[in-house]
């Protein structure tokens, strides 16, 4: 049973840091494409950034470019973002994301999923 565990969401005043990581398993997921994607509160899911399997390459939305980081290890099957400067805009819960593919910004073609993990930026 494929699985992608999220964790390291919580509560941080503006201006603050959090990491999040993502641990993957039940499948092998060599070659595959990780993301990150958000939901906040009344909105559609966006995504926020991706990476590819050898960690080459990396994609961001605009509205986190230079303030949020990919990066995974392989060997550990886990992909984390470190978030910085984080704004009360950045509020939403965050899912981890697996595709063979292309990256794909609208989500839709990402067969796995995290049940997400809640990120609250206080003013």
């Known amino acids: 049973q494929v699985q992608l565990v999220e964790s390291g969401g919580g509560l941080v005043q503006a201006g603050g840091s959090l990491r999040l990581s993502c641990a993957a398993s039940g499948r092998t997921f060599s070659g595959y494409a990780m993301g990150w994607f958000r939901r906040a509160p009344g909105k559609e899911r966006e995504f926020v950034a991706a990476?590819?399997?050898?960690?080459?390459?990396?994609y961001y939305a605009d509205s986190v470019k230079g303030r949020f980081t990919i990066s995974r290890d392989n060997a550990k099957i886990t992909v984390y973002l470190q978030m910085s400067s984080l704004q009360p805009e950045d509020t939403a819960v965050y899912y981890c994301?697996?595709?063979?593919?292309?990256?794909?910004?609208?989500?839709?073609?990402?067969?796995?999923w995290g049940q997400g993990t809640q990120v609250t930026v206080s003013s």
């Open positions: 990476i590819s399997w050898s960690g080459g390459i990396t």
């Open positions: 994301a697996a595709s063979p593919g292309v990256v794909d910004t609208t989500g839709r073609t990402w067969p796995y």
